[in-house]
């Protein structure tokens, strides 16, 4: 076992089977060596888990924990385009976070905390990643939050 | 005429004339093998086509047709940057996608699949990309969609 | 001093000092030859300047200035990631604008041309940079504007 994903398992996760789509797009794309993650969602075996928004009927702990999925479903493409190796990463480089919420809701930041904790957790140094944190009035099948993602691997 | 030329043509589609941007920024530019594409509204003609959003006076068709105006555009910018040929294009890289939506609508992938397929449609293997699809509660000019790109060319 | 220092002191402009991430992230992140810029909000002496949105309490005029100091901190960044050296930028090439506003505000561009026009005074043809402006009902710690962005490094 390699040592993300033995330090993936020492942390008590374990990736979901990757997410297949809702439209036409695929989940990831590889220019070079940057592997773009399209936006994902807190889906848990294979059902959205955490729908509404911040500021109403979600609090920030909730959230954190659809953000925390987000990222488990990103890692799940990511293994699949690293070829199931993911020490193949050579560092987190984006996420962008974008987070349901009521217009009068401005902690988007430390919700997408939820999956950025989890990179570095993971990563370390390597997880330490730019981000963007915003609000947005609605996000597809009613999630609390959803996050895309770029990588970079190793040449 | 070439082979990506000549596709389009076959879907009866024709290259709207590339947009001049409406403020301080320019329509595309290069980075490497990468080709970054402004934002396009749905414009057709010089004159935004398609305003208003979704779940109030826009419907998901119309919503399709307003992303598929939106790809047009990109795609004759990203004809700019190519010199005049599609055939340089190596991969859709990544679409990011806002729909201007009520707070209660999430279809936004289906929306956005009007530029995605599209993109399949045009460029085959090679028109499948990372995407994100997102709700907004406004867009520029009130433009229903608004669509930037990511492209790789061939190296 | 180098060129890019000159102009931007010739503006009668000063860095900022780069503000510290409001979360599990870093400011920006180096892929190759490509800087990635987290999202940055309208700080200025480490408080939050401009907060509100466009379409209420906040003017256009407001907005650009808002839009102008999310630049700085960018700059500030950058400059960090650069080792205290602008001149090692060779190209802006995006920046994504998000707009807290109400509903029925459509002037993002103008926005955000408080953050694109102080990237070509200060960088000229090489400040010109493909772009988004949306809309979003609302930004971290209520603020006005935020910009994430990405440089070319000379290589």
Redesign the interface.
């Known amino acids: 076992m390699s040592t993300i994903a033995n330090k993936i398992a020492s942390l008590g996760l374990t990736l979901p089977v990757p997410s297949v789509p809702?439209?036409?797009?695929?989940?990831?794309?590889i220019?070079?060596?940057?592997v773009?993650?399209?936006?994902q969602l807190p889906i848990e075996n294979g059902q959205i888990k955490i729908t509404g928004?911040l500021g109403a009927e979600i609090d920030i702990a909730t959230g954190q924990q659809a953000a925390k999925l987000c990222a488990l479903n990103i890692l799940a493409h990511l293994n699949t385009a690293c070829g199931g190796d993911l020490d193949k990463v050579a560092?987190?480089?984006?996420?962008?976070g974008?987070v349901?919420?009521?217009?009068?809701?401005?902690?988007?930041?430390?919700v997408?905390?939820g999956a950025?904790?989890l990179m570095?957790q993971i990563f370390g140094a390597e997880g330490?990643?730019?981000?963007?944190?915003?609000?947005?009035?609605?996000?597809?099948?009613?999630?609390a939050v959803?996050i895309?993602a770029?990588f970079?691997l190793k040449s």
Chains 1, 2, 3 share one sequence.
Do not use: M, W
């Open positions: 809702v439209a036409a797009y695929v989940p990831y794309t220019a070079g060596n940057l773009f993650i399209s936006g928004k560092r987190c480089i984006k996420l962008g974008f349901a919420c009521t217009p009068d809701f401005s902690d988007q930041p430390q997408i905390n950025s904790e570095q330490q990643h730019a981000r963007f944190a915003v609000g947005t009035n609605v996000l597809p099948r009613n999630a959803e895309e770029v970079a």
